[in-house]
């Protein structure tokens, strides 16, 4: 695990770049407005080119990927919304940029993977783009049809993670994803939740079944999957995905006008959303986390979560008694 990165940084989310060159708030802000105006792309040099995203493996082939990805649903259902896509062009920019690769959505999601496909033709710096999908239907014939819509829709010829959405009729499903995988279709399969209820299911599905990675909750004020989905998953070498980081922004709501900890720049930290998602990413047994955000301040907020140092064990411990003190 590397520990020791400097951070990417600008002051409207309290980061500095590598070169230890910052922009000031107004520079920022006129970079932004002038993107609102979609007159220019975000400026190249507010990030630093020589700092490297914190990097996991996933176990059934060593590839790695970025700790930070995102996610898209409600965030990137914006239909056909000229206001709401510029926003969104921005929002996926500034993800790329910084080094940002998995990019999460579902059918569930309603325009979201249109949206995102539709953007993508428009973004640069996205070769290391890493589309993950879901099938959530009933029926293989259905589900074959569906997911053939999603590679159409988000733009893919291969799409990189398929996994199948809340267990959905997985014993459908899975057989084809197994077909498509050896046929180069999709080079990964997978299956979420996000619901305790089915925890007992999926544990008895990753027992069973060979799976390159698994999607559930996780996050600060939810660590029940600690002592369960986590474990296995290690066990297992199947590569994890966190959804609900936030808990769909519960924990911002929790912490609202309480002081970060002066401490948490020991793990370079400086605001709630980046705290959350060092958090998530400090447990080994997590791959990549995907919050959900349809701002371009708080995709850059959550993308200095991709640099520099992560909690180590006793600080997770300091953090969750701090949180839980709240
Ligand atoms: N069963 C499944 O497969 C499943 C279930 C749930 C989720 N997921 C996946 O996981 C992704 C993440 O989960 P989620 O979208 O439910 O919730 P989330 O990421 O925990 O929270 C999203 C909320 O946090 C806010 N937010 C994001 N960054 C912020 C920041 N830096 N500062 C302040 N607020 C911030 C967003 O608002 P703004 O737009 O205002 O930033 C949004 O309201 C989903 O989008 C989806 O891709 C999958």
């Not at 997590?286 to 349809?294: D, H, L, N, Q, Y």
Request: net charge positive.
């Amino acid at each position: 695990m590397q520990t020791s990165m400097s951070i990417r940084e600008y002051p409207e989310v309290s980061m500095i770049n590598n070169r230890t060159r910052t922009l000031s708030r107004r520079q920022f802000m006129r970079g932004v407005g002038l993107l609102s105006a979609g007159i220019i792309l975000m400026p190249e040099n507010i990030f630093a080119e020589n700092s490297q995203p914190v990097t996991r493996a996933i176990p059934s082939t060593g590839e790695r990927i970025p700790v930070i990805g995102m996610g898209t649903s409600r965030t990137f259902d914006a239909g056909n919304d000229p206001a709401a896509r510029a926003e969104l062009r921005q929002v996926l920019q500034v993800f790329f940029d910084n080094g940002g690769a998995l990019i999460d959505s579902s059918p569930m999601y309603g325009s979201s993977e249109m949206v995102v496909g539709d953007l993508l033709k428009t973004i640069h710096n996205k070769q290391k783009l890493f589309a993950a999908t879901k099938v959530w239907i009933d029926g293989k014939q259905n589900g074959i049809d569906q997911m053939q819509a999603s590679m159409r829709l988000m733009g893919v010829a291969t799409m990189d993670l398929m996994q199948i959405h809340n267990l959905r009729d997985w014993k459908s499903h899975l057989p084809t994803l197994r077909e498509w995988k050896q046929e180069g279709r999709i080079r990964y399969i997978g299956i979420t939740t996000s619901h305790g209820r089915y925890h007992a299911e999926l544990m008895q599905i990753m027992r069973t079944e060979d799976l390159d990675f698994v999607q559930f909750t996780y996050n600060i004020g939810n660590r029940t999957v600690e002592d369960s989905l986590l474990p296995l998953a290690a066990d297992r070498g199947m590569a994890t995905l966190i959804n609900r980081p936030f808990q769909r922004g519960d924990l911002f709501r929790k912490v609202k006008g309480k002081a970060l900890p002066e401490w948490a720049g020991e793990f370079d930290c400086k605001s709630w959303g980046q705290f959350f998602l060092k958090f998530a990413v400090s447990h080994p047994a997590v791959t990549c986390v995907i919050p959900a955000t349809s701002k371009v301040q708080h995709m850059a907020d959550n993308m200095a979560a991709n640099f520099g140092k992560l909690p180590s064990p006793s600080m997770r411990k300091r953090m969750i008694e701090y949180f839980t003190s709240l």
